[in-house]
């Protein structure tokens, strides 16, 4: 019998017809997660009635035939207190916009669809500004910049960071302004979800893990109690699985420690709620992207707790949440929209403006993405990284 677990059992159709009742529940078990012994790969094998050689060798066919990802560490980055936001900045000359500046081709699209840039490009216009992409690439240097996109609005250039506890978001942010020489910023860290996961999750479903975005001053800082070995262990664990009968005493032999020693570490952190299981996942099927769309609304703070619940009722609204209003950029509200078409987005906000009112927004939509990398936590360049930018945080807030 399968494990008992309140994770459903994989449901999908599988890629071939060469799956035995065996493969169906080895699949399940791997989905509950591998246990924290040195032979975890034995406990499984025992349980489907067969041994872990075999077991490894249907773990490989399964991600051949693409019936399995692989194995992988599942990390909840709340509970390390990971910090991270949004950014909006102005990098570029502003010109005049004219209808020749728009190709033909790029005159009649689907909303939310990203527009092809040749590698070639050594800048490109966004809005009414122009932009070199090496005026943009010290943004994606910082290790815990792991998304940024071009956005059709004066703050043309977008992208979201994260960074540990023990570093000040905020002085990132502004290390990176003032590198990047942006002419301005906007911190747009969450301030309260009214549905969905998380924004950077909203953008592609299944491209990246729900991130839950967190931000506190810096005096409110709670930092982790992770130990500089648990942190070792949190950048090992990020590192493919080994596929081998004892699988922990590898990841054990490169950190320099003991098996006992990993597997400990590895337990800690489970109770700590920083490792929530080491399991297989499946690959994301190659399906049509939905055009997704990012329009905000300028509303006052104090209407929001009534108008946030009510946007989250329209099926359309895939996220919303609220964060900050700036002077040049009065948004205070964020929804995530699917919609096809431009008829189609304007129909579904029109509905929104019949239920909570007239409210002036802005539709943002992404012309190119600029990054789209994954996420690693304690990642070493990020000390790197701060060591030789750290002389800039002493004019950043200037």
Known sequence: MPPSSDRKPFRRSFKTTTMDEKDRLLLTYLQNGLPLTPRPFEVWAAKIGTDSADLLVRIQRLKKEGNLGGIRAVLDPRAFLYQSAWVAMRIGEKHQVSPEDVPKEQQSVRIGESQHVSPDATSTRCGNFEISD????????????????????????????????????????????KLSGGNLMLFLPVRKVFKGADLL??????????????????????????????????????????????????IALDLGITQTQA??????????????????????????????????????????????????????VLYADRRPAYPEFPYSLYTMIRAETAVELEVVTRRMQDRIGKWPHRVLVTTRELKKGEMKYFPKELDAWWQGSRHVAETAFN
């Open 263 to 316: 597997l400990q570490r590895m337990k800690s952190l489970e109770e700590k709620g920083c490792l929530r299981r080491i399991g297989g996942f499946l690959k994301t099927a190659a399906v049509l992207p939905e055009a997704r769309t990012l329009v905000v609304w300028q509303i006052p703070e104090e209407k929001l707790e009534r108008i946030g619940p009510e946007i989250a009722e329209f099926r359309e």
């Open 134 to 177: 090496r005026s943009a690439e010290v943004l994606w240097q910082h290790p815990g910049v792991i998304y940024g996109c071009e956005r059709e609005h004066e703050f043309n250039v977008w992208f979201f960071i994260a960074v540990p506890a023990d570093h000040d978001l905020e002085i990132h942010v502004r290390c990176l302004e």
């Open 201 to 250: 999750s909203s953008l592609n479903a299944g491209s990246f893990p729900a991130m839950n975005e967190r931000f506190e001053k810096r005096q409110l800082i709670r930092f982790s109690d992770l130990t500089e070995e648990e942190t070792g262990m949190i950048r090992a664990l990020q590192e493919p699985f080994p596929l081998t009968d004892e699988p922990y005493r590898k």
